[in-house]
C-alpha cells in the first residue's frame, strides 16, 4: 500500500505561485495514480488533479486546468502539484490521495490519503 505525506502549503498572495509535494511510501507507488484534492471548511471535498501510474494521464478540475499541473517522479515516490496565478478561492487545505492505476475523481475510489496541507491566499 502506498502512504502520502504532503508538504509545501503557506500563505502566498494573490497572483504568487507554489508547488505542493506528496511524497509516497511504499514499493508500488509507480503502479498506482494519484490525485490531488481540496477542502474549505464546511464544504465537501473536491477533485483538483490526478495523474496515471502512466504519467502522460492527465486531468484537471475545470476551474484549474489552465492554473495548476501535476507531474510525478517515480526515483522519489513523489508527486508535485505546481500552482501558479493562485486566487483567494483556492484556499483550501489541499490533500494527496492513491489508488491502484488509473485516475478517478469520487474520495471513495482512494484508498490512501495524507493529512493534508493549507493553503492560503490572501487578495
Known amino acids: 500500500q502506498v502512504q502520502p505525506v504532503e508538504s509545501g502549503g503557506g500563505l502566498v498572495q494573490a497572483g504568487d505561485s507554489m508547488r505542493l509535494s506528496c511524497a509516497a511510501s511504499?514499493?508500488?507507488?509507480?503502479?498506482?495514480?494519484m490525485g490531488w484534492f481540496r477542502q474549505a471548511p464546511g464544504q465537501e471535498r473536491e477533485f483538483v488533479a490526478g495523474?496515471?501510474?502512466?504519467?502522460?494521464?492527465?486531468d484537471y478540475a475545470d476551474d484549474v486546468k489552465d492554473r495548476f499541473t501535476i507531474s510525478r517522479d517515480n526515483a522519489k515516490n513523489t508527486v508535485y502539484l505546481q500552482m501558479v496565478s493562485l486566487k483567494p478561492e483556492d484556499t483550501r487545505v489541499y490533500y494527496c490521495?492513491?489508488?491502484?492505476?488509473?485516475?478517478?475523481?469520487?474520495?471513495?475510489?482512494?484508498?490512501?490519503w495524507g493529512k493534508g496541507t493549507r493553503v492560503t491566499v490572501s487578495s
Open positions: 490521495a492513491a489508488r491502484p492505476r488509473s485516475i478517478r475523481y469520487q474520495i471513495r475510489e482512494y484508498n490512501s
Open positions: 511504499g514499493r508500488l507507488f509507480s503502479t498506482y495514480a
Open positions: 495523474i496515471g501510474w502512466i504519467a502522460r494521464e492527465t
